[in-house]
């Protein structure tokens, strides 16, 4: 049973232009949800979060948008650069004493020069 | 910035062997660390819980006794897969927060690929 889930498995975009990956829940108790950024042999590292009073949070080129309602968020990056091509993982917690990261299969992200 | 090692990075072994990885918080403590899996093209899945002084919490599913979790201290865990088998191949990566502030993101290892033979 996947909570969450990333449906689409790569993306390619030109840079200098925006790059959108999408990201999908099912479990409503989830809370928090994180972007995680992960280079080949190495371990994801924390890119931006959202709580889930918020449907909007930015920082520099990424923006994190949230839609409860239908249980989506986005990350958005603009304008997108060779440096970010890179796998991102959607991450879904309910917050507590421990707090489970549940994560999505990932998005290959390539930025084109 | 907080900072989680991970050792070994790779390793390959026979199949019947055990094998233990090791994750430490350079420099913060965590009272939890988290043991994740990830199999190829799929997402990290949690295995298990590790807690600081007290027994880990596994994921179900997850055999706790070929899976071995110990937390001796507030910056080091241990994973042992016991009698590991070629199915045991996998991406392994630990994670961690600082427990001064729960609420932070975790800190991720770099992994450990297990190639069992």
């Known amino acids: 049973d996947q909570q969450v889930k990333q449906n689409s498995p790569s993306l390619s975009v030109q840079e200098g232009r925006i790059s959108i990956l999408n990201c999908d829940y099912t479990n409503s108790m989830f809370d928090y949800f994180l972007w995680y950024k992960k280079y080949p042999a190495e371990g994801p590292t924390f890119l931006i979060s959202i709580s889930s009073i918020k449907d909007k949070n930015e920082d520099g080129r990424f923006t994190v948008f949230l839609n409860k309602s239908a249980k989506h968020l986005s990350l958005h990056i603009v304008p997108s650069q060779p440096g970010d091509s890179a796998v991102y993982f959607c991450a879904a917690v309910i917050t507590g004493a421990n707090s489970k990261l549940t994560f999505g299969k990932g998005i290959t992200l390539s930025v084109r020069p | 910035g907080a900072v989680v090692s991970q050792h070994p990075s790779w390793v390959i072994c026979k199949s019947g062997t055990s094998v233990k990885i090791e994750c430490r918080s350079l420099?913060?403590?965590?009272?939890?660390m988290f043991w994740y899996r990830q199999f190829p093209k799929q997402s990290l899945m949690l295995m298990a819980t590790s807690n600081e002084g007290s027994k880990a919490t596994y994921e179900q599913g997850v055999e706790k006794d070929k899976f071995l979790i110990n937390h001796a201290s507030l910056t080091l865990s241990t994973l042992t897969v016991t009698s590991a088998h070629p199915e045991d191949s996998s991406f392994y990566i630990c994670s961690a927060r600082d427990s001064r502030t729960p609420n932070s993101p975790l800190h991720f290892g770099n992994g450990t690929r297990l190639t069992v033979t």
């Open positions: 420099d913060f403590q965590a009272t939890t």
